[in-house]
């Protein structure tokens, strides 16, 4: 795509912006003070928020707030800087769901070497950030199995990585005695403890729930 260095954002014209918007990433143009002039229509889609409310990105929920505070620190840098920059960040889908994206930003010089745009590209790397996560969190069970660890402290760190690796997701490992196919002891670190206690030291039977429906399978 090719916009005259004297052009603003309101004066990008229809066949630039449908090129924009075809490219298979989230695209925004942004003022040398960090004021988001423009977006392509797949980042709208994909937060489901407008153009006013993606300007407030720094306060809002879009990004995750887990990854907030480094975005902040490396975007602010970078804008002082004029230098190029990457991150690896969470952003908000529009129903709430959070995915990985590499965050790249490149800035546009006049001829005098003063910034007059900055180009940002957000690629989803989701898939690859959680293979890399699950390979890493089997790793760590494996050397917990190796080591020694507690049964107790390895099914819960089983359940984290369910947890780490599932959106939405709350994972409980129950275990029944053999001898009396009673529940006896479990792990589940996001549950409330009432939740589970209500079923220790019950029959394994299919009408307490799923674990004793499989059991009985």
Same mark, same amino acid.
């Given at each position: ?36 002039? %423009? ?61 990985? %994206? ?80 009673? %529940? ?34």
């Amino acid at each position: 795509m090719v916009v005259s260095l004297e052009s603003s954002a309101d004066e990008i014209t229809r066949d630039a912006r449908l090129v924009v918007d075809s490219i298979p990433g989230l695209v925004a143009l942004l003022a040398p003070d960090d004021d988001i002039l %423009f977006v392509n229509r797949r980042i709208l889609e994909y937060t489901g928020g407008t153009l006013e409310e993606l300007k407030q990105w720094s306060t809002g929920d879009s990004v995750h707030p887990d990854d907030l505070p480094q975005v902040i620190r490396i975007f602010t840098q970078s804008v002082a800087s004029g230098s190029a920059y990457e991150i690896a960040q969470r952003l908000r889908r529009s129903d709430g769901i959070y995915r990985w %994206f590499q965050h790249s930003g490149f800035a546009l010089r006049d001829a005098t070497g003063q910034v007059i745009r900055w180009y940002v590209l957000l690629t989803d790397i989701d898939e690859r950030k959680r293979a890399e996560a699950l390979l890493a969190g089997e790793k760590r069970l494996l050397e917990m199995v190796a080591s020694g660890s507690p049964l107790p402290t390895f099914l819960e760190a089983l359940c984290r990585l369910v947890e780490d690796n599932a959106a939405n997701c709350h994972c409980s490992v129950y275990l029944i005695d053999e001898k009396d196919e009673v %529940f006896q002891s479990y792990a589940a670190p996001s549950l409330p403890s009432s939740y589970s206690d209500a079923i220790m030291g019950l029959p394994a039977r299919p009408d307490v729930g799923p674990c004793g429906m499989w059991r009985h399978a």
